[in-house]
């Protein structure tokens, strides 16, 4: 590779690194050329799955300021998934490819500036993806709104409900008891 091709391979990978909201590292020993077209047909638009050279992704990870996340993982073939939306849906897709493929082996990786190891990446696939979660804190504001607006409305209830018991006990109090004694006027001479 000629060292303007490489200079420009390591531009691109520092633009993917600084322009992802996060990038999985993965070894793809044994997996054929048709294999790695399904995982990225499988990742569709959310990422891109890039096979790399170890020593010109260790110079755009230091470029990108991730190189300690990065150093210790870049052994072996690797290839590089750079997320480019919903970082659970890429980890889904590629823990997912991995059951089905165990060629691909998933070694770590940087989400959101935050290192994280195979095993953060698989739980992070464990979760919800990005619109289910949203959906249920949209859900939840929903219920407490609705249980607040119905708190609200039941307190001129139960003030009205309440003045209504207090008139019918003064009444009641009233028709009981003797009427009350007449007030003596003093009488005019």
């Known amino acids: 590779m000629a060292k303007a091709e490489k200079a420009a391979a390591v531009a691109e ?5 600084n322009n992802s909201s996060g990038a999985v590292l993965t070894e793809y020993r044994g997996l054929t ?3 790695l077209g399904e995982l990225r047909r499988n990742l569709g638009d959310n990422a891109r799955f890039a096979v790399v050279k170890n020593t010109l992704t260790k110079i755009a990870a230091s470029e990108a300021g991730v190189d300690e996340q990065f150093r210790q993982l870049l052994e072996g073939p690797s290839a ?3 997320v480019k939306g919903d970082v659970v849906e890429a980890a889904k897709g590629l823990r997912d490819f991995a059951k089905a493929n165990p060629l691909l082996v998933i070694k770590g990786g940087v989400v959101d500036g935050k290192s994280m190891d195979a095993t953060e990446i ?3 696939a464990d979760l919800e993806s990005r619109e289910v979660l949203l959906a249920k804190l949209a ?3 929903k219920a407490s709104m609705g249980n607040a607006a119905a708190t609200f409305n039941a307190l001129p209830t139960q003030l009205a409900l309440l003045a209504d018991a207090l008139r019918t006990k003064r009444e009641e109090a009233g028709e009981t008891s003797e009427a ?6 003093p009488a005019e001479g």
């Not at 990978?13 to 690194?17: G, I, K, M, S």
């Not at 009350?180 to 006027?185: N, S, V």
Request: glycine fraction near 4%.
């Open 180 to 185: 009350p004694a007449e007030e003596t006027q």
């Open 80 to 82: 590089i998934a750079f």
């Open 139 to 141: 859900g939840a504001m």
């Open 122 to 124: 698989t739980k992070l």
């Open 13 to 17: 990978l520092t633009d993917e690194f």
């Open 33 to 35: 050329v048709a294999q």
